[in-house]
Nanobody
Framework: VQLQASGGGLVQAGGSLRLTCAASGSISSIYVMGWYRQAPGKQRDLVASIRTSGSTNYADSVKGRFTISRVNTWSTLYLQMNALEPEDTAVYYC???????????WGKGTLVTVSS
């Protein structure tokens, strides 16, 4: 599975961005896709994920502000980010797994910078 994230940029606090992840390869076998982020000096953390069933999971810090969605074929994953805060500044990574405990596939990150 190959993943390519895009859509990052510089935005003022309170603004919005939409991240896009284009997936290719064995996408019909994907079980779950998600967005992770890593701020400078911090570990990479899960932001949001979506399963084949359509169920979603969000980090507490983004609930009510971010929405994850996908094209049914798994070819494209989105992350709509509203009411952005400076604390959301990080490199955002697209992620996929083919099974609940399978290996992680990562794309190159896209930088989101939120100014106060």
């Amino acid at each position: 599975v190959q993943l390519q994230a895009s859509g990052g940029g510089l935005v003022q606090a309170g603004g919005s961005l939409r991240l896009t992840c284009a997936a290719s390869g064995s996408i019909s076998s994907i079980y779950v896709m998600g967005w992770y982020r890593q701020a400078p000096g911090k570990q990479r953390d899960l932001v949001a994920s979506i399963r084949t069933s359509g169920s979603t999971n969000y980090a507490d810090s983004v609930k009510g502000r971010f929405t994850i969605s996908r094209v049914n074929t798994w070819s494209t994953l989105y992350l709509q980010m509203n009411a952005l805060e400076p604390e959301d500044t990080a490199v955002y990574y697209c992620n996929a797994r083919l099974s609940p405990y399978g290996r992680h596939y990562w794309g190159k990150g896209t930088l989101v910078t939120v100014s106060s």
